[in-house]
């Protein structure tokens, strides 16, 4: 369920007149007008308002050819048919914002951050899209709407751009402050506002701005007083109840997210599928390994690796690792116990190759190759449409050092990292520094075993731990290349795999449906 666009259509209703249904004894939003304009009038007579501060409020009504007209204060009169969006119910009204509303932006004031920084944190200080700090003195002490001024939110809509301030509060200059003769109109004002498109009411694209006057000239249709009541407590309920299926959702997508890592963790100790006594040891399959590596070395194919680690079970029933002519234990580094025909290995033992792409920034092209980075790789897939391009010269000087192939791993190493998939096709393409290849000893190691293995929680948790840089975060060859794998025998690698893809599409199927 899209609850954001769930949302958005309960509001569009409720500004409608669609939401909840009409009382013909309600009396009219016309009245209503009425009685806020002699309020208004009053207001400039005991000195709470300036003169300026109404003469914009005009008045709207339909004339006798069924079209729609505004009055303004010097008596003349505009037809306003071309700006009315949709029709109202009966006993609704159109106004300008002006009309309904108090402005209060000359009492809000800003302080910089550098003064904000060395006081007491006791009052909220309100900003464009609601509450960004805390100071030590406050400018409001009664509810008031704010309305967004400038920022990407006013087209982004990513946060409400009307809301509600209340207590004892300070406001910047960038967000209109907003009270009304009465506070219910105003409960109203930050449901239609919210519900608007505010495109036309917006200048700027680099910096968005909804000046005050845009703002008084947005048309409100005004519902009668105790309808606008109705909508009030109906639009509250609903959308209470659409927090909660939103809070539900995040619930099952937490939930989904630990079923699927705990099934990784159970694979990867032993604990998804049954060991089969007849099945060559692991330990058989790394020697075995060991030896295609010997004869690739001596094809020219690959280079030695001058740290090539053997990783055993000592008599003491410890580990021990050996590294050219030296031997330690190192059983402060064995996360977990395996089954008795498995063994732990480096990453880098069972890679033919194990590097990352260019370190040059590219020259990009419009066409030619396709040439992948970090942000290719997501939720264990390859995007293969957003992708970039490089020159064919480029291509073949970066081709001719590492070229990636079907059943290579690719590894976010910079960035968001620890995110791997597996190419599951032939295609030519390069990689760019942010993405690691592990090439997989053929036919010895299943690739969609080491890929789960990249997945789990323990892994993940590694690479966090080795994370290096500040703001950029990135993952080291050298960490990669360490990371302790537990190998099962090849025949419950495979099984392993199998089972975990089954497993996988049901949990997707399950949550594609609740979600």
Not at 207 to 235: C, G, H, W
Not at 401 to 421: C, Q, W, Y
Not at 440 to 460: A, D, K, R, V
Request: proline share 4%.
């Amino acid at each position: 369920m899209d609850t954001k666009a769930l949302r958005k259509k309960i509001l569009d209703l409720a500004i409608r007149g669609k939401l909840v249904p009409q009382d013909p004894n309600d009396e009219p939003a016309s009245v209503l007008l009425e009685r806020i304009r002699a309020e208004k009038q009053q207001m400039v007579k005991d000195g709470k308002l300036k003169p300026k501060d109404i003469k914009n409020d005009t008045i709207i009504f339909v004339g006798e050819d069924n079209l729609h007209y505004e009055k303004f204060q010097d008596g003349s009169v505009k037809c306003i048919e071309d700006e009315i969006p949709f029709e109202l119910p009966e006993g609704w009204a159109w106004c300008r914002f002006t009309s309904v509303t108090v402005n209060r932006d000359s009492e809000r004031k800003p302080i910089s951050s550098a003064n904000r920084t060395n006081v007491a944190k006791i009052y909220d200080y309100y900003g464009a899209s609601g509450k960004i700090d805390k100071i030590d003195k406050f400018i409001f002490n009664e509810k008031l709407l704010l309305i967004g001024e400038d920022g990407a939110n006013l087209v982004t809509r990513s946060k409400p751009i009307a809301f509600f301030a209340e207590g004892q509060y300070w406001v910047n200059n960038h967000a209109h402050c907003i009270d009304s003769t009465d506070k219910l109109i105003l409960e109203y004002l930050c449901l239609y506002i919210n519900a608007i498109s505010l495109e036309k009411y917006v200048t700027g694209s680099a910096q968005p701005k909804m000046t005050q006057d845009n703002m008084n000239s947005i048309l409100i249709a005004l519902p009668p007083y105790e309808e606008q009541k109705r909508l009030e407590f109906q639009v509250d309920h609903i959308l209470k109840t659409v927090s909660t299926i939103e809070n539900e959702k995040e619930d099952i997508v937490n939930y989904i997210v630990s079923a699927k890592s705990k099934i990784l963790d159970l694979a990867i100790r032993g604990k998804l599928v049954p060991q089969d006594p007849n099945d060559e040891p692991a330990s058989v399959l790394l020697e075995r390994i060991r030896a295609e590596k010997e004869e690739l070395i001596k094809a020219g194919k690959i280079k030695r690796d001058k740290k090539e680690s053997i990783i055993f079970r000592g008599e003491d029933n410890s580990y021990y690792e050996t590294i050219g002519k030296n031997t330690v234990c190192i059983d402060e580094e064995i996360p977990f116990d395996i089954p008795d025909r498995w063994t732990w290995c480096r990453l880098q033992s069972i890679s033919s190759i194990l590097t990352d792409g260019t370190h040059k920034t590219p020259e990009y092209s419009d066409s030619g190759y396709m040439f992948l980075s970090s942000k290719n790789v997501t939720s264990g897939k390859i995007d293969w449409e957003n992708v970039m391009y490089i020159p064919e010269y480029l291509h073949e000087e970066l081709y001719g050092r590492l070229a990636p192939a079907k059943d290579d791993i690719l590894l976010a190493k910079n960035g968001t990292t620890g995110v791997a998939a597996i190419v599951d096709h032939e295609e030519v393409f390069d990689i760019y520094v942010s993405l690691a290849l592990i090439r997989i000893i053929n036919n010895m190691i299943f690739p969609e075993y080491i890929l789960h293995t990249i997945g789990s929680s323990y892994i993940q948790n590694y690479f966090n731990s080795s994370l290096k840089g500040i703001g950029v975060p990135n993952l080291h060859l050298e960490h990669i290349r360490k990371t302790l794998i537990p190998i099962p025998t090849y025949t419950e690698q495979k099984l392993i795999a199998g089972k975990i893809k089954h497993i996988l599409f049901k949990i997707d199927d399950i949550s594609n449906a609740l979600l």
